[in-house]
């Protein structure tokens, strides 16, 4: 353990900042620090509605307190910030919610504070957005006065094999010696290890290129779908034959949403423009992964025109609205997409996901999910996200929502292809 006196302040309790926190609470004097009362309150209580802490880990987390006022974390000298960065409705960055974090930051920042940022970014965005605001709000200097650091956040919401102690992390420093304290800080509460980066700018990009990789491999995946689609070809049977071969990387097709691959490619393409680089293999793979839910749409519409199902008013059940399995994420959830493509073509949709809240579902998306689907209801079901809850139905019980007549999609290859109308 680090010998300074370290405390420490979290900003941002989401998926990101309250795993950290709890672990950083196990070691050192620490408080989580949110503008949401409600969670804050949720928290004291010793709950976690993202689900990615247990009861039990916020129990033993002992050196860990909760605040949703600034006051309660003037003392501290480690700032790190996690708070989301989306994208707007141009697929431009959204920074907002780091520079408003970082403002409040330099309200009580003090001489030889740090202050770490985990939330993605493109590269130089900490030196170039952030530096200046903790400059001139504060009236002291980087590098003199204070120091920064950057740790791109790994947490893969819903999984509880790859958790943030088991998952290497990047650090980096503004100067060597605070790139060495960063370093050691982590490496305190990080069994995996960490790995210290040469800048703060070299540690931003590489957190923006691991979720830009997965998303132009599933975007080929997902264009060879089509492709196979077109030849009428299985595309499951594709992969599994070709996945024999050691070196074959193991992607499949289907939406991209969620608060990384659907959005980090944005943040490093918007960059890219900026300095006068045309990224056209990224944005073409954002393209055709943006693409994909209203391929599905217009495929189970197809479906139903072969079947004579009447499209017009008819009843559409959705499973699955999360943007992956077995977590209650709604972010940048691209069976939005589906759900408005249907709506567009006189669709009444259902929509039925056990994982989600649904006052948290009407307040993001306005959307008033079903308690139970009907059985005997739907024109056409798809099968959107692969909540093993789901796959424990079988598929007698999710034909049984179906019409005497009606369309089965499965998205996710949950069920054998012989058992469904269609498949990505």
Not at 219 to 232: D, G, S, T, V, Y
Not at 366 to 395: C, T
Request: aromatic share 8%.
């Amino acid at each position: 353990m680090i010998k300074d006196n370290l405390k420490i302040a979290i900003i941002g309790l989401g998926y990101v900042g309250l795993p950290l926190a709890v672990e950083f609470g196990k070691a050192y004097n620490t408080t989580g620090f949110d503008i949401n009362k409600s969670r804050i309150k949720e928290l004291k209580q010793g709950d976690d509605i993202t689900l990615e802490v247990t009861k039990e880990e916020l129990k033993n987390s002992k050196k860990l307190a909760y605040s949703g006022n600034l006051d309660d974390i003037k003392s501290c000298n480690i700032f790190i910030v996690t708070v989301p960065t989306p994208i707007d409705a141009a697929n431009k960055p959204d920074l907002r919610p780091l520079i408003e974090a970082t403002k409040s930051v330099s309200n009580i920042l003090k001489v030889n504070d740090i202050v770490i940022y985990e939330s993605t970014v493109y590269p130089g965005a900490t030196e170039e957005i952030c530096v200046p605001i903790l400059e001139e709000c504060s009236g002291l200097k980087f590098n003199l006065d204070f120091f920064c650091g950057y740790s791109p956040e790994r947490i893969n919401p819903g999984d509880k094999q790859h958790k943030i102690t088991s998952i290497k992390k990047i650090t980096s420093g503004s100067t060597p010696k605070i790139a060495d304290k960063i370093d050691k800080i982590y490496q305190s509460i990080i069994p995996a290890g960490t790995y210290k980066a040469q800048s703060i700018k070299i540690a931003e990009a590489a957190k923006v290129i691991e979720n830009t990789q997965r998303d132009v491999n599933i975007a080929l995946i997902n264009e060879l779908a089509l492709i196979f689609n077109k030849l009428e070809i299985d595309t499951e049977a594709v992969l599994k034959a070709a996945e024999t071969k050691w070196n074959f990387l193991p992607f499949k097709p289907g939406l991209v949403g969620g608060h990384c691959i659907g959005v980090d490619p944005y943040y490093l393409t918007y960059k890219a423009q900026e300095v006068g680089f045309n990224p056209e293999m990224i944005l073409a793979g954002r393209k055709v992964n943006d693409s994909m839910a209203i391929y599905v749409v217009d495929k189970v519409i197809e479906l139903m025109n072969k079947k004579n199902i009447s499209l017009f008013n008819s009843n559409i059940l959705i499973l699955g609205l999360t943007f992956k399995e077995n977590c209650p994420d709604l972010r940048n959830t691209k069976v939005i997409d589906l759900i408005n493509g249907f709506q567009k073509a006189n669709c009444n949709v259902d929509v039925y996901d056990p994982w989600v809240n649904n006052d948290e579902a009407t307040s993001k998306y306005k959307i008033n999910m079903v308690e139970n689907p009907v059985n005997g209801k739907y024109s056409a079901i798809v099968l959107a996200v692969a909540h093993d809850v789901f796959l424990k139905l079988k598929i007698e019980k999710v034909r049984a929502f179906g019409q005497d007549d009606f369309v089965l999609y499965d998205i996710k290859y949950l069920f054998d292809e012989k058992d469904v109308d269609g498949r990505i």
